[in-house]
């Protein structure tokens, strides 16, 4: 399910965001991101947006931050010198043809197609995380 923050951002799945935080993401003061809180562990129960943030309930634990989609990307290209960027397809020219419409990029690497926009930046942000972990 895609969700957004209370400015319209739409913020990376939990996946991505845990990916993120082990690949070194921090909250350096983005008002943007999400906190994820816990009481089981890796089970996310609840989350605060920037104006409740730190006000976690009792008994529950933070987990991670989660980012916006436009914000991990800078944070990405900023902080790591990773580019992940999308281009239209030049094998999809007919305008009626709504399939596969961008091609996913992580520096020069071409990584596939996709139809969504938001889901190929996320797709390249997933991978580029994954090989800052490698």
């Known amino acids: 399910m895609k969700q957004y923050n209370e400015y319209g951002d739409r913020l990376v799945s939990l996946e991505t965001a845990m990916i993120a935080n082990s690949a ?23 989350m605060i947006t920037d104006e409740w943030a730190g006000l976690i309930p009792d008994g529950f634990k933070f987990l991670y931050h989660r980012p916006t989609i436009p914000y991990l990307r800078k944070w990405l290209r900023e902080e790591k010198d990773v580019y992940v960027y999308l281009e239209k397809s030049k094998y999809y020219t007919d305008p009626n043809d709504l399939s596969k419409k ?19 930046l996320e797709e390249g942000l997933s991978y580029a995380l994954m090989q800052l972990i490698d």
């Open 102 to 120: 961008w091609m996913i990029f992580v520096d020069e690497l071409f990584l596939g197609d996709s139809d969504d926009f938001e889901d190929g």
């Open 24 to 46: 070194g993401y921090a909250n350096l003061s983005n008002r943007y991101d999400v906190e994820c809180f816990c009481q089981e562990e890796d089970k996310v129960d609840g």
